[in-house]
């Protein structure tokens, strides 16, 4: 029997290519693992009205880990008319699959790296090496949101709290709400994994990206929950950021940050925003991460216009091969990964468009994968 059992869920669109161009590179790397393959997105969505049906579910509580492509998501409307005709009306509705298997698993952490490699021609600064920590099932994400507010709701959130006197007279009907609901223990957890991983990578600081003068309730949560964590890593400072200013440090001086903590949506926006300080979505990759189940992924899209092209860059989905590697507790093969990673970008010779390149999905991952088999 395989040392690892790995589910690989390809999605849809592009993701389709990069899991093959993966594949290429897992053949190279000979990992003790056998690989299931499982369904997940749009086409399952159209034709079964879930597009994470349960049987994949099953599939991955039967794995150590997850490897996931990408997947389509479309409006509400849009997707209901793309339903079979047995499936029309029935109330089904569509959510993003992805976010649903955060939830399920409690895959609390998304650990999102964007480090710039040396020769990179998209690098904004060639010294960038964030590292964030998003918290990953909590906050604006939960999905627990309303329209129209129930009756009920409106009227104890009158009787609860005095901000709500100016929204007395609107109707519930009329009334959209959205919670950011975050709990101690949820802020625990994700505060404490960015700073045991400052630890052992021997970072300087963490910062916490939050808005804790407006949002007094659960910023404040956030940012006294890191501030009481940090005095059991008295070796690293807790630096202090507020969301709005946090975008134009890292636009500014992106070179002095290191490990950065934020919430669901918070920590959504700066991950986007340092991926594209370091070459943008052909390069930046996340590992989903709870106590005992782990889900990998680039965090590019299934790019529907460019299916079928092989013309997206894998180097998004092998950082998440990366992090699967290192999560696993293979680092030696993880870093070697690595290493074959930064002498494709290096040479700047096969390379996909975004990089300026003609080279397709899967000669960069050759590429990569003759890089690794050299050492
Ligand atoms: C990401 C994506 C997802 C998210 C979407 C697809 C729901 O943007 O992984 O960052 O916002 O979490
Ligand atoms: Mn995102």
Wanted: hydrophobic fraction near 40%.
């Amino acid at each position: 029997m395989a040392k690892y059992k790995i589910a690989v869920l390809p999605g849809d669109g592009v993701g389709i290519e990069v899991i093959e161009a993966a594949k290429i590179v897992l053949d190279e790397i000979a990992l003790d693992a056998e690989y299931l393959h499982g369904d997940i997105g749009w086409e399952f969505w159209c034709t079964e009205g879930d597009p994470l049906p349960k049987r994949t579910i099953d599939l991955l509580k039967n794995t150590d880990c997850c490897l996931f492509g990408a997947i389509t998501s479309k409006p509400k409307e849009e997707s209901e008319k793309e339903l079979v005709p047995e499936l029309q009306g029935k109330g089904l509705a569509y959510y993003s699959p992805i976010v649903g298997l955060r939830q399920m698993f409690n895959l609390y952490a998304n650990l999102r790296p964007a480090r710039a490699y040396p020769g990179n021609p998209l690098n904004y600064r060639d010294d960038i090496d964030l590292v964030i920590f998003r918290e990953n099932t909590e906050g604006l994400y939960s999905g627990v949101e309303f329209f129209p507010l129930p009756e009920e709701i409106k009227s104890a959130l009158v009787k609860h709290h005095t901000k709500m006197a100016k929204f007395k007279d609107v109707p519930a009907r009329d009334i959209a709400l959205s919670s950011r609901l975050f709990t101690v223990e949820g802020c625990e957890r994700i505060v404490k994994r960015a700073f045991e991983y400052a630890r052992r990578k021997k970072r300087p600081t963490v910062t916490v990206v939050e808005k804790p003068n407006v949002l007094r309730e659960t910023s404040g949560l956030m940012v006294r929950t890191a501030r009481r964590i940090q005095k059991d890593y008295p070796e690293i400072e807790l630096w202090e950021a507020n969301i709005d200013a946090m975008c134009m440090w890292l636009v500014k001086n992106p070179q002095n940050y290191s490990v950065l903590v934020s919430s669901n949506m918070f920590g959504d926006i700066i991950s986007d925003l340092s991926g594209q300080l370091v070459g943008g979505l052909g390069f930046a990759a996340g590992a989903n991460i709870g106590d005992d189940y782990a889900v990998f992924e680039p965090v590019h899209g299934s790019a529907p216009k460019y299916f079928g092209q092989y013309k997206v860059n894998p180097t998004a989905t092998l950082q998440a091969v990366r992090l699967m590697l290192e999560w696993l507790g293979e680092e030696e093969k993880a870093d070697r990964l690595d290493r074959a990673i930064a002498l494709n970008i290096k040479e700047n010779k096969i390379k996909t468009y975004d990089v300026g390149g003609a080279s397709t999905t899967l000669e960069v991952a050759k590429n990569i994968a003759k890089f690794y088999k050299q050492g």
